[in-house]
């Protein structure tokens, strides 16, 4: 059974840093392609990256330069590493599962493996 726990939300001031985690268990990295995705309140799912090892990854406009995915494959875990964060950052972020990337934005509707999200606020 494929699950996904993330961990490491919070609050943070803008222009500050956050490392998200993703644990994977009943799969193994090696053989997934991993997105996060981030809901804002109010709004849908957005796509922000995703990879298909750390040399291989699609990151949109509004993250890239700041956002870098990496892979524990001994821990089996993802992470997200956020820098210069701002306001419109915040959000509940997830991770997902599945076979690859389309290369372009990440849909939701191309996971079907999800974790429960964890929340994260930058705020002064």
């Known amino acids: 059974q494929v699950q996904l726990v993330e961990s490491g939300g919070g609050l943070v001031q803008p222009g500050g840093s956050l490392r998200l985690s993703c644990a994977a268990s009943g799969f193994t990295l090696d053989d997934y392609a991993i997105a996060w995705f981030r809901q804002a309140p109010g709004k849908g799912r957005e796509g922000l990256l995703c990879?298909?090892?750390?040399?291989?990854?699609y990151y949109v406009d509004s993250v890239k330069g700041r956002f870098t995915i990496s892979r524990d494959y001994a821990k089996n875990t993802v992470y997200l590493q956020m820098n210069s964060l701002k306001a419109e950052d915040t959000g509940v972020y997830y991770c997902?599962?599945?076979?690859?990337?389309?290369?372009?934005?990440?849909?939701?509707?191309?996971?079907?493996?999800w974790g429960q999200g964890t929340q994260v606020t930058v705020s002064s």
């Open positions: 997902a599962a599945d076979w690859g990337c389309n290369w372009g934005i990440p849909l939701p509707t191309d996971f079907r493996s």
């Open positions: 990879s298909t090892n750390p040399d291989n990854t």
